[in-house]
């Protein structure tokens, strides 16, 4: 007998063995022990020898491996004990399989357990048809085909740990949730194991499991006791990983994308975070709005049920200080990759302890900022406030454990209905909605191929379907090429396409009527051609074209030039120990286009002589305060302490000497008030209801004779609370790039108010220094590693001399 993929008559044999494993259940003395319950129903012979062993094998607790049980005070588990925990599972339980999807960024092993019934693990190729049956429901050969798939297919579901390594109860609940899956034998998991295929990735960043665990370990009884690693918890994204979910940058978000979404299409995902230590015990959806205009209503519907069925599980626990319908949005694909794959996305946010330390929050010490509730008031969607008190680890575990385990009993009772609607929010993208466009037109011709290649890579790993134009065609009064490339909006993820490839309108939202703008959650923009520099045409109505079979995207090297040979210039990179998302970035870039950089720390700026190994120094984006000031003293040596005098001193040195400073966005405020330079910046000190761009792709006009622009005359920068520039002493100072004198020409993509104030001003500024040069950006050149559009700027900035 198997679960999911079943005939009609053993489907209803399979609902009356569930009651008869119920009452067994029931009658089971609580020290059954996990092996034992299988007797119930016998596994069926398995392709792993060792499942098929005569002898029951003791499934292992996690503290048999890991030395303690995850929750305990002031304990945490690097990711090789994990790996160890998790194989352990898969050698014992015929319910669990370990699959290693490939490597990550520094080389660990990135992992997936499939869980569910020993039955469905069995057929896991049937399933694998099903679920891209009901992803592409254009496949089915009858809607009596898709009735049976619905009514015999697993539901999978996705559910991620750890994408921020220092949320650290989401590195250690998956070995609680595959233990008790692995070993429980109530009949509510035996009816998740049923109707269910987890696919549980335990950490989306296993390198900063260890790197997270290494800091702690290390700090633990000194006054850094539960503070930040001073470097990236991931080596490139940090932070901004769960930032990368449509730009596909770094390789733990492409193996998820490849391995899980792409192949298992899960209708339901859960992504495990923890928040600050004084709001909320945990959020579940529904989100806030604003709600990006192309998720499909029923996703958002899906959202708003599971996570209110989820916070009403909890509650019946005895469950306090759960949030709904607070502080996050549903804006970005950036972070639901799932709302433009037919999926709800979960985001559950637990308050967090000190790491593994345990911390006291007294309830009138509870946040006051909160966005949608008061964690100190009962309201329709914080039913009821926590005490306050002692939080811990043990208490993020709970929660999370809890909430996952719900979410899952939902999903296999519901199984069908979500089944179904998955079905329908596919349908509704290959029938197109009332307002799209058409298609988009991408032609090959005059475009950076490096950008088009990106462009189309993202759109075919992002499983859109891309075709080719088979003759040459005119669209109004352009000419396109046999072989152009064309996106059609009518397909099961054209939502993603068209959210990537339009402008985004992101609505004024204040506060109160009058008052200053509500800050989005992340940023109000994605557009890719934009961030890219692609051109593409939109196509309102249907092409009269014949049209390919879906195609695969082209390849191109990324290689920046003027970067070998003896002119190249000597780079150094700023390396904070505050550890800036930026820097991170700054790096990736660099390593991707293979700009060679030596990363430079805090003593060896402050050392000077920085002109005898360098030509040019970036400043990642920072605050100046934490530029000069750093980490604070709790931090043992060499951490604390930013560059200080000294380290300005060295700096201005350097570029008097003849040296080149590249400052990115908040660092240039660094540059400008630290080497006191005669430019000023308009934006100091204005208010936000006076200003405000929070993450939007402006327009810059360039000065084509000036190398850094290199000829070109305009192009889209990535804004984001950066300054923008008055020249005070013109003959030091050239503008490379402004912004448009017409404000209306400012916006392309996502939101700005009062965008007069910076309309004219200084963009991008040449400021001479002695015998050396301060290049000063006012926008994010190289942004989370999507505006290849401006990464030229950046790259021709490091040969200026
Ligand atoms: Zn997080």
């Known amino acids: 007998m198997w679960n999911c993929i079943v005939s009609p008559d053993t489907r209803a044999h399979r609902r009356r063995s569930l009651g008869v494993a119920l009452a067994l259940a029931v ?112 496949r089915a050969r009858s809607s009596a085909e898709l009735d049976r798939a619905i009514r015999d297919a697993c539901i999978p579901v996705l559910i991620t740990g750890g994408i921020h390594s220092n949320e650290v109860g989401g590195n250690l609940t998956p070995a609680v949730l595959a233990y008790r899956l692995a070993t429980d034998t109530s009949a509510t998991t035996r009816a998740i194991l049923d109707n269910v295929l987890l696919l549980l990735v335990p950490s989306l960043n296993p390198d900063g499991v260890t790197i997270t665990k290494r800091w702690y370990d290390r700090t633990l009884g000194t006054p850094a006791e539960g503070s930040a690693p001073p470097e990236p918890y991931h080596r490139y994204a940090g932070h901004d990983n769960n930032r990368d979910w449509y730009a596909f940058t770094q390789v733990e978000t492409q193996l998820t994308v490849d391995s899980l979404y792409g192949v298992w299409h899960p209708p339901i995902a859960m992504d495990l975070h923890q928040q600050l230590s004084d709001g909320s015990r945990l959020f579940v959806p529904p989100y806030l709005d604003p709600i990006e205009p192309n998720v499909d209503p029923l996703l958002i519907d899906g959202d708003n049920a599971l996570g209110a069925a989820i916070a009403w599980e909890l509650a019946g626990e005895g469950k306090t200080g759960i949030a709904i319908n607070a502080n996050y949005d549903a804006w970005t694909p950036a972070r639901a990759y799932e709302h433009y794959h037919g999926a709800v996305r979960i985001l559950a946010e637990a308050a967090s302890a000190n790491l593994a330390s345990p911390v006291d929050v007294p309830f009138d010490e509870l946040a006051t900022r909160e966005r949608g509730y008061d964690p100190r008031e009962r309201s329709w969607n914080f039913s009821a406030p926590w005490p306050g008190g002692r939080w811990t680890l043990r208490d993020v575990v709970n929660y999370q454990s809890s909430a996952a385990y719900a979410l899952l009993e939902n999903a296999a009772r519901y199984r069908d209905h979500w089944l179904a609607n998955f079905v329908t929010v596919g349908w509704r993208g290959i029938h197109g909605w009332r307002g799209w466009p058409y298609a988009y037109v991408i032609p090959r011709q005059h475009q950076d191929t490096v950008a088009l290649a990106t462009l189309l890579e993202i759109l075919h790993r992002g499983q859109v379907e891309i075709r080719t134009t088979l003759e040459s065609f005119s669209l109004g009064a352009q000419h396109f090429a046999s072989g152009t490339y064309v996106v059609v909006l009518r397909q099961p993820y054209a939502a993603f396409a068209k959210t990537l490839l339009e402008p985004q309108h992101y609505p004024d939202r204040l506060l109160y009527p009058g008052g200053p703008p509500q800050p989005p959650y992340d940023v109000t923009a994605h557009t890719l051609p934009l961030l890219l520099g692609v051109s593409t045409t939109l196509a309102a109505e249907s092409l009269r074209v014949p049209l390919s079979g879906p195609v695969d995207p082209p390849h191109a090297l990324t290689v920046a030039p003027g970067f070998t040979g003896a002119d190249a210039p000597r780079v150094g990179v700023y390396r904070s120990y505050a550890a800036p998302l930026d820097e991170g970035w700054t790096r990736w870039v660099f390593d991707t286009w293979k700009v060679p950089y030596v990363s430079l720390v805090d003593s060896v700026i402050r050392a000077g002589k920085l002109g005898e190994h360098f030509d040019a120094i970036v400043l990642p984006d920072e605050a100046p305060i934490e530029i000069l000031n750093g980490l604070p003293g709790i931090y043992p040596a060499p951490y604390a302490g930013g560059l200080g005098p000294e380290g300005v001193a060295a700096l201005r040195a350097f570029v008097q000497g003849g040296g080149t400073l590249v400052a990115l966005n908040d660092a240039s405020r660094f540059a400008v008030e630290q080497l006191l330079l005669p430019v000023r910046n308009v934006l100091e000190g204005v208010a936000d209801d006076e200003f405000y761009a929070p993450g939007s792709l402006f327009r810059i006009e360039l000065d084509p004779s000036h190398p850094i622009a290199h000829g070109s005359d305009e192009t889209s920068a990535w804004f984001e609370n950066g300054p923008a520039f008055d020249v005070i002493d013109s003959s030091a100072v050239r503008v490379v790039a402004r912004y448009p004198s017409d404000p209306a020409r400012l916006l392309r993509s996502g939101w700005v108010l009062h965008p007069e104030r910076v309309a004219g001003r200084g963009a991008l500024l040449d400021v001479r220094l002695g015998s050396g040069h301060v290049i000063l950006f006012g926008f994010r050149p190289q942004y989370r590693g999507q505006s290849l559009a401006t990464y030229p700027l950046l790259f021709n900035s490091l040969h200026v001399h």
């Open 27 to 138: 009658a089971a003395a609580p020290s059954l022990g996990a092996q034992q319950s299988h007797a119930h129903a016998p596994a069926p012979p398995s392709a792993h020898s060792h499942r098929a062993a005569p002898h029951p094998v003791v499934i292992p607790t996690p503290r048999s491996v890991l030395g303690f049980d995850p929750g305990d005070d002031r304990k945490l588990a690097d990711w090789p004990t994990l790996v160890r925990y998790y194989q352990a599972l898969d050698r014992t339980s015929n319910r669990v399989i370990y699959r290693e999807l490939g490597k990550t960024t520094l080389g660990a092993p990135f992992v997936a357990l499939l869980i569910s019934s020993p039955a469905n693990l069995k057929h896991l190729a049937q399933s694998r048809r099903l679920a891209a049956l009901l992803a592409d429901p254009r």
